[in-house]
């Protein structure tokens, strides 16, 4: 089966119209082609939030063929009587408004499930971290717990502090199924994550490509905390803190390679 072909199918087994053959050929392309299962996914999450926040009981589909219905009949004036050229033109706005709140209304659902899903579990182990720590001082045991698992798994060394920073915490977080060392570092008036781990399928969108002294970095501002990730080979250091002025790319020295 094609993408062309798969993606034919979509709406009619999110619509539970499709056959179960026709079912289970879209489960093994979607199986198989990440780029058709990311349309897929956002194809349901759209749905579902159409019908939520619908007041009728309209259908999201019917709701949308009566959208492209509106402007089939501004195109080809096949609407029950002759439309004046400001009614033509009314439909022209109407159709294109409402297509435009439906993009604008994708778009942000879309932006919010990835940001829930890729990025907001390191921002909820960040500040949980932070309420918690109390100004404990740092454990000579957990550091060095810390330290001997970066040099084995990792063949990575912890450098001396970031300028205007001092480690605080050593230990270790599983986030989105995943090991992760987690350092926070503070400054005197806030703390900052510093998680590490496997770069491999660790998808973090919507983030801006931005250069620090030569490396490139990515940086996204959250309504709660500032995120910046970064990569070095197969290992992905990601940077947390509710502080949004914090230049977290200082980080980026924080750990070296052996």
Not at 30 to 37: N, Q, R
Not at 82 to 104: C, G, N
Not at 200 to 221: H, N, Q, V
Request: proline share 3%; charged share 20%; aromatic share 10%.
């Amino acid at each position: 089966m094609t993408c062309q072909e798969a993606l034919r199918l979509l709406y009619e087994v999110i619509d539970k119209e499709a056959s179960d053959i026709d079912i289970e050929e879209v489960k093994k392309h979607l199986a198989h082609c990440s780029d058709c299962m990311s349309r897929y996914e956002f194809e349901k999450m759209f749905k579902a939030f159409v019908t939520e926040k619908s007041t009728s009981s309209v259908k999201s589909a019917q709701l949308k063929a009566k959208i492209l219905s509106r402007i089939e009949d501004a195109q080809t004036e096949t609407s029950y009587r002759q439309p004046s050229p400001l009614r033509k033109r009314l439909l022209y706005l109407a159709s294109a408004a409402a297509l435009i709140l439906f993009v604008t209304a994708a778009l942000a659902v879309a932006q919010f499930y990835r940001h829930q899903k890729f990025v907001y579990p390191f921002e909820k182990n960040h500040m949980t971290a932070d309420n918690t720590a109390g100004g404990q001082i740092i454990s000579a045991a957990a550091l060095d717990g810390v330290k001997d698992y970066l040099a084995g798994s990792m063949h990575l060394a912890i450098n001396s502090d970031p300028q205007g920073f001092s480690l605080a915490h050593a230990g270790f977080d599983d986030i989105r199924g995943q090991h992760f060392v987690h350092l926070r570092y503070d400054n005197g008036e806030s703390q900052v994550s510093l998680f590490v781990g496997n770069a491999a399928d660790m998808e973090m969108p919507g983030f801006a490509r931005e250069i620090s002294e030569g490396t490139e970095y990515f940086k996204l501002i959250c309504l709660q905390c500032q995120v910046v990730y970064w990569t070095r080979g197969n290992t992905i250091f990601i940077a947390v803190s509710e502080n949004k002025k914090i230049d977290l790319p200082v980080l980026i020295s924080a750990i070296v390679p052996l």
